[in-house]
T-cell receptor
Framework: DQQVKQNSPSLSVQEGRISILNCDYTNSMFDYFLWYKKYPAEGPTFLISISSIKDKNEDGRFTVFLNKSAKHLSLHIVPSQPGDSAVYFC??????????????FGQGTILTVHP | DTGVSQDPRHKITKRGQNVTFRCDPISEHNRLYWYRQTLGQGPEFLTYFQNEAQLEKSRLLSDRFSAERPKGSFSTLEIQRTEQGDSAMYLCVSTPRGRGRNQPQHFGDGTRLSIL
């Protein structure tokens, strides 16, 4: 079963506008969420994260919003730049157990920012 | 480069052959994970080491898969009798020591396995 879902396979945005990437999860045990960015032929790189005790976290042009009741999070990129074009993965982590820090990933969304 | 290093970057082999991948984590990182990523999907957890101890294995890791981290430094992932379905990108992740579980996770660039 897909516990973390990114229902939009792709998103196309004009440079300077806002990019909004969405992610839904089903496992109520998830309490830490991350966004990763991936370029072709490279491993994912960490972008931003949020703990379940917060509903918003900002880092420069990137903001992540968490709606626990809806089990939904989103990543906002403002303003979008052509260099942001990549695959974005949402990931979640649950506390406890022996799999310390194990991540469950969504399928990814391909973001294309046009000049 | 002091990042996570994976070798080889690409492996092409015939079905039924055995393959072994190596991961060198960032020095002093005590936690190491292996993930598998197939086309159009996100990475899926395979197994986790804390130092040399393998603490969890996913049900995705069939009996044909074995992973080791003998001295708590580098790790190897071996696949025996490869099948078409094993074609994927195999990613290694290391994280530093720390009290919080949400320590930064550093991905390698992966080994792409292609089964002919």
């Amino acid at each position: 079963d897909q516990q973390v879902k990114q229902n939009s396979p792709s998103l196309s945005v004009q440079e300077g506008r806002i990019s909004i990437l969405n992610c839904d999860y089903t496992n109520s045990m998830f309490d830490y969420f991350l966004w990763y960015k991936k370029y072709p032929a490279e491993g994912p790189t960490f972008l931003i994260s949020i703990s379940s005790i917060k509903d918003k976290n900002e880092d420069g042009r990137f903001t992540v919003f968490l709606n626990k009741s809806a089990k939904h999070l989103s990543l906002h990129i403002v303003p979008s730049q052509p260099g942001d074009s990549a695959v974005y993965f949402c990931a979640a982590s649950a506390g406890g157990g022996t799999s310390y820090g194990k991540l469950t990933f969504g399928q990814g969304t391909i973001l294309t920012v046009h000049p | 480069d002091t990042g996570v290093s994976q070798d080889p970057r690409h492996k092409i082999t015939k079905r039924g052959q055995n393959v072994t991948f190596r991961c060198d984590p960032i020095s002093e990182h005590n936690r190491l994970y292996w993930y598998r990523q197939t086309l159009g999907q996100g990475p899926e957890f395979l197994t986790y080491f804390q130092n040399e101890a393998q603490l969890e294995k996913s049900r995705l890791l069939s009996d044909r898969f074995s992973a080791e981290r003998p001295k708590g430094s580098f790790s190897t992932l071996e696949i025996q009798r490869t099948e078409q379905g094993d074609s994927a990108m195999y990613l290694c992740v290391s994280t530093p020591r720390g009290r919080g579980r949400n320590q930064p996770q550093h991905f390698g660039d992966g080994t792409r396995l292609s089964i002919l």
